[in-house]
């Protein structure tokens, strides 16, 4: 399994569908741990009643259907499926339109979803979706980009109250792609993605729904930072170990690149 | 297939283990083929695989071995291919033999007459070898290069169309950086007599990997053209050293621009680093559902 995970770790971000049903039917014993544990891009079914599209995930599936946070119905239509309680399901549609309000000033387009349902512990688990196209034939508003794809999953586990605090388990993962083709330059094409935690312990004074918001909008700003400055600059810096830029070549004639 | 509990056949895994092996990032397919063998479990199937898929990956990386006799090293490309395993090293006029899955040279031999080009073409081929080696050394670090004949090496004097390739090499493994690199350049050159007139035609490739707690590979591709007059073989090596030093510095630094466009421009298209009212997202109006359309109005959205 560890094996596994390696190769998913150096296999280009764009093919790793193929790499995990490649190792899911290798290590069929496996499935469940190679399933939870590697990301995969995001898919979107078209909720009919509501006519907006809603994302799929682990955590709105029940056999092979997937429930709609619009309607709160599965499709396709499941006998004896499973809903969050009816006070849950109230805090899960604010909180849809609310992120979709926060989707479309961040994002200005893209898709989200949020789910949530009560887990063992007395607390409940939420997972709040975004998916968006941004190259210039999807909704990349500046159409810099020949193909763009940013999909986020968050899934925050909320503990139970205990004198007005919570505990709020944040785990982000963050898969993007972005390909810019022209003349001048080729081709030019990144991909990748991250995973990180946070955990924070909050007064539930202002709400859960603020409360987690804040906590995804504070780890996004941080990992869209992160995958620009430190992850692609690293690949930057790279490039030009292999190839310095002329000025640097003629001033340091025999400096030892790092 | 249902009886055998999704059981593979031996044909599918060996598809599988080329297929990772093959779309290995530049440097890794050592520690790729040894993750590979743990998952297959199979090592009859892993040697199948890895027979097939190391010559093509090998040859498509240009991957370069360092010669025995610590006569240089030898490049592995399809342009100087003999036989499956044999590459010939012009410069030193030798013939390496080549284990593909242990990437090493394992012996060396002097090229036969035939093996070589004409004497006629070799002034061209050296003399442009000579050039792209002052150029290598002062634009790369560490990077390889070779002149190749892949079109009427046995030309005997002017009269003939001929083609030389230029291949150059240039790949940084830091594994306990987790970021690997590679650079590579392959530029044909189509010498047309009948014409008078040298066509050249780059293709560029570069690619990093950084594998720290994350996942994030480049991948940059870039072809080009330009001509130059029909010359002596010194002349045209400095020539076309010049087209190429142009257009490689050329190329980097729209790569460069590329890398600088990302956080304001291109990468905005996929998430902004702030809404367009400049501060962060209002959660606390939150509280009351009927707020949802406060905040709307807050936002200054018209809905």
Redesign the interface.
Known sequence: M???M????????K?SE??LS??L????HHSSDLLSQVDQPLQVLCDLESGKEYILCEYNRDADSYRSPWSNKYYPPLEDALYPSSELRKLEV?AN??FS??R?????GGISSVYMWEDDNEGFVACFLIK?D???TGQ??????QE???DAIHVIEVGPEEESIAHYCLTSTIM?S?T?NDE????????????RQMSMDLSVA??H??NM??MI?EM??KL?NS???V??????E?????????EV?LRL?TA??P | MAEEECELNEKQKREIAKWFLLNSPAGEIQYIAKDLRSVLNDEKVYNEAASEAFPLYNKSHLIFLELPNRSGDVLVTSYNELEENEFLDPRTALVATVDHVKQVCTDVRPAADEELSSPYIEEFRCALDAEMLKYVAEAYPKGICSVYCVDGKDVEGPGSNFELVVVISAAKNSPQNFCNGSWRSVWNIEFKEDVQMLEVRGKLQVGAHYYEEGNVQLDAKYECKDATIFQAPDDCAISIANIIRHHEAEYLESLEASYSNLPDTTFKDLRRKLPVTRTQFPWHNTLQFSLTRDIQKELGIDK
């Open positions: 560890e094996a596994a390696g190769l998913m770790r150096r296999i280009h971000p093919q193929t790499a490649a190792l039917s290798l290590l069929p604010e339109e609310v309000i926060y479309d000033q961040y994002y200005e968006k941004g190259s210039k990349g508003r500046r159409g810099h980009l763009g794809a940013w993007l972005l810019t001048s330059s080729g081709t030019f094409s990144l991909s990748g993605s991250i995973r202002d709400g729904l603020c918001g804040r909008e996004e700003g869209r995958l620009d400055q992850y692609f600059g690293k690949t930057k790279m490039v030009c170990t292999l190839r310095p830029p002329s070549v004639p030892d690149m």
